[in-house]
């Protein structure tokens, strides 16, 4: 097992120096895991190896073709010929595959084709690079570094000092010499006469937003379905979160309603907080859950006092290797914690309400989409937002007459002035300043990388609206992996239906006017759930924060970030001045830190010690040939 990455695959080309990658990605001695596989090439050379203690593999040949999936469940074999059987060819079949829940990895061969992709929320990702006479595709960027030998790129580094790393720059690997393919796109191999080459192509296009509630509503509750149905495939006893928020309460009905036999655990975390709503909504739902269930739901509260604060066991962070650094690094013992009062419970699945805030929200920079054929509609949704976030008059008028481009808005989204929180939300993206503790190289160096990306960086989408609504949607499924990866070393597979990719085409179809309404709280998802969960659920319009817990664990373990501090790695590049957030860190309620959120920094400094010591010398190889493969 290689580091600390304990779940991975890798498509390698049909070579002799392929099958020796194999043996490098199989350490451990003859006696395979039982999480341990390959699928082979036509030649019997290893074509995909994995390690995966709880992903599924589904695959299925016709002659020398063959679809392989990979994902939470296992696609049933008919599926699968359903799908490869008619086939004309690679763009054919992943048209067919779009039948199918978008939760999964797809590999397949036609030919002398090879396409690796992921899914178009971004959940499901692919990089790759040169390696083994040929090119090696991976779903982890670490996995290829380690392969290739490669260093840590410093200005991918640097950006992800930022809370928010704009497109296309999120997409830069934190390796030299790796790349990660689009999610809309894919990765075709192939090999020639002269030599292997690659190239991507298109296979998702987000839909138009053509439908009003009355259809979409039911294309979304049939989408939501379908997701939960085929994340609980064949599990007899799983758990849920039950934040008392209406997405983790949503998730919780729609397994109510998902066939099959099943004990049911509901996990609420109390909040510290004696004005907190969320405990008093996640105890209504569970009794409303248990009533006429006909089957076992348990409610467990896991008492404040025991739920850790942010910042806690920050060396926790080194038990997994994120593929890059994800702000949960504060929150990890908190989201461990809770995985593993669920697996206590004899949970063998977990499900989550993640994804609902990025999906249901409603970001105002959508409304600016409305403007050229419905110019009332759009001032009065922003007119409502305005007075809800408190923005001033004239700033949001000019957030609707200044209409940058993409380029001009890239070039500038990162500024070395005071944040100013009370700014109209209305572009391409959050703006952002810099935080002081960083160094004068690492300002330089995310302001040159910003100048430079906007030379050639196109949007997700010429309308702001439709750009923002795919980025933020991005930016939530990259994050939520990290919980996942948090779940393997809790031993318990985490989900997010709310990532899968029909689902995601189904909110995106619908109408802004019907998704973003102001004076009503996600009233997409209620309208697309109000068959499956009472009406006294469906009434709560509020959302509790837990900024409490995060000043206080500012406080509680400034100790533990002053040391985090001393030896800094980030330091050591030249990237964050040290001494000042050990300053810091002895000063919790410094109004700084009020004003600059210390967690990417944090995230990126426990992310780098992990990264830089993830493989020890000495690795054990094996022969490929002698594990057993997928037939």
Not at 212 to 233: F, K, Q, Y
Not at 438 to 444: E, I, M, R, S
Request: some cysteine.
């Amino acid at each position: 097992m290689p580091g600390h990455l304990r779940d991975f695959f890798a498509v390698l080309p049909d070579t002799a120096e392929g099958r020796a990658v194999a043996g490098r990605l199989r350490p451990g001695g003859p006696a395979k895991a039982a999480d341990e596989g390959a699928v082979r090439h036509p030649s019997g050379r290893p074509w995909i190896v994995f390690r995966l203690p709880f992903r599924q593999v589904s695959h299925v040949t016709r002659g020398d073709d063959s679809l392989v999936l990979i994902g939470p469940n296992r696609v049933p074999e008919a599926d699968l010929l359903g799908v490869l059987g008619p086939a004309r060819d690679t763009a054919d079949l992943h048209r067919r595959l779009t039948r199918l829940p978008g939760i999964h990895h797809v590999v397949s061969r036609m030919g002398d084709e090879v396409c690796v992709r992921g899914t178009a929320s971004g959940h499901r990702r692919v990089y790759h690079a040169r390696c083994a006479g040929g090119r090696v595709a991976s779903d982890r960027p670490a996995l290829l570094a380690h392969l290739t030998g490669a260093g840590i790129d410093d200005g991918a580094l640097a950006l992800r000092l930022l809370d928010f790393v704009p497109h296309p720059l999120r997409h830069r690997p934190l390796w030299h010499g790796l790349e990660e393919i689009d999610p809309a796109y894919a990765l075709s191999l192939r090999e020639g006469p002269g030599g292997p080459r690659h190239t991507v192509w298109r296979w998702w296009q987000p839909p138009e937003p053509e439908l009003g509630t009355e259809r979409g509503a039911p294309l979304l509750a049939a989408a939501l379905a379908d997701s939960v149905r085929a994340h609980l495939a064949g599990h007899t006893r799983i758990s849920c979160e039950l934040s008392g928020g209406l997405d983790s309460t949503s998730v919780v009905f729609l397994t109510r309603r998902t066939p099959g036999e099943r004990e049911t655990a509901l996990l609420t975390v109390a909040a510290r907080d004696g004005h907190s709503e969320d405990e008093t909504w996640a105890r209504r739902g569970a009794q409303d859950a248990r009533r006429g269930a006909g089957r076992t739901v348990e409610h467990h509260v896991v008492p404040a006092g025991d739920a850790p604060l942010f910042y806690a066991d920050l060396g926790g962070s080194a038990r997994e290797l994120f593929d890059e650094p994800f702000p949960v690094a504060p929150a990890r013992a908190r989201a461990y914690l809770l995985l593993s009062r669920a697996a206590a419970t004899g949970s063998r699945y977990h499900l989550t309400g993640y994804g609902g805030d990025e999906l249901f929200n409603g970001l105002p920079s959508a409304c600016l989409d409305l403007l050229p054929g419905s110019p009332l509609k759009a001032w009065n949704r922003i007119g409502a937002l305005r007075h809800q976030y408190g923005w001033p008059l004239w700033p949001t008028l000019r957030g609707l007459l200044a209409r940058p481009s993409y380029a001009t808005w890239l070039a500038g989204a990162v500024t070395r002035e005071p944040p100013d929180d009370r700014g109209p939300r209305l572009s391409w993206g959050p703006r952002q300043s810099l935080p002081p503790w960083l160094t004068g190289d690492a300002g330089a160096l995310i302001l040159d990388e910003l100048r430079s990306a906007a030379g050639h960086a196109e949007p997700l989408s010429p309308r702001p609206g439709r750009h923002t609504d795919l980025d933020t949607v991005r930016a939530g499924a990259r994050g939520f992996q990290a919980l996942e990866d948090v779940g393997v070393t809790a031993g318990l597979p985490v989900a997010a239906p709310f990532y899968d990719d029909r689902v995601v085409e189904a909110v995106l179809s619908v109408r802004v006017e019907d998704r973003v309404v102001p004076w009503r709280y996600k009233p997409l998802l209620v309208e697309a759930v109000r068959e499956v969960m009472p009406d006294r659920l469906l009434a709560r319009t509020t959302k509790d924060h837990m900024s409490a817990d995060d000043v206080r664990g500012l406080r509680e373990h400034s100790a533990e970030l002053r040391a985090l501090w001393d030896g800094s790695l980030l330091a050591r590049r030249g990237l964050v001045d040290a001494a000042r957030l050990g300053r810091l860190a002895d000063d919790p309620y410094s109004p700084v830190l009020q004003q600059y959120p210390v967690d990417s920094t944090v995230s990126c400094e426990t992310w780098l010690r992990t990264a830089e010591g993830a493989w020890p010398a000495g690795e054990e190889h094996r022969d490929p040939d002698r594990s057993e493969a997928i037939s």
